[in-house]
């Protein structure tokens, strides 16, 4: 003869099956969650990597508009390429020389000045700024060099304008 089953025997098989549903539900949450934690982890990586290259180039355009500002304020003439506005060469006078600023291909932005010998050629004297000089390009308007972005419309500022204080005062524009 067996005994009916009693009421904490049939409950206790309950619990066990809703411990069951329980675990797959929290197996389920953790591992939704490592997903989640696994992407936000890879793109605050990828914002930190982003972040130092954006810093670095910052760094590389402000020495680069800071040399360029000095090579245009002494300048006596700057002429820009027949090619486009990707180069230009800044004349101070005095016989020292002309300088070259020019984007490469690659889209460096590079500067070579005379070096001992004078004259730009093979002791010329060259600086790089590597990446920053594929958005830029360079207008003169005779007393003015102004520097762009590439894309006019993100250019809201109108480019950096580099006067010439040597071409102001020749034009009777300092009084």
Do not use: C
């Amino acid at each position: 003869m067996t005994t009916p089953p009693t009421p904490f025997v049939a409950s206790r098989r309950r619990a066990r099956g809703f411990g069951l549903v329980m675990m797959l539900v929290a197996i389920s949450l953790l591992a939704v969650f490592a997903v989640v934690a696994t992407r936000l982890i890879h793109t605050t990586l990828g914002l930190y990597d982003q972040a130092g290259r954006v810093d670095a180039e910052a760094r590389w355009t402000d020495g680069a508009m800071r040399q360029l500002r000095a090579d245009a304020w002494s300048a006596k003439d700057i002429t820009t390429s027949t090619q486009g506005t990707r180069s230009l060469t800044i004349d101070a006078g005095g016989g020292a020389g002309a300088v070259a600023w020019r984007v490469d291909p690659d889209g460096a932005l590079v500067r070579t000045a005379p070096g001992a010998g004078g004259t730009g050629g093979p002791t010329a004297d060259a600086q790089r700024w590597p990446e920053i000089g594929a958005r830029l390009s360079f207008e003169w308007d005779g007393t003015a060099l102004t520097v762009r972005g590439a894309d006019k419309g993100a250019d809201r500022a109108g480019g950096i304008r580099m006067i010439s204080q040597v071409k102001l005062a020749g034009a009777g524009g300092a009084k």
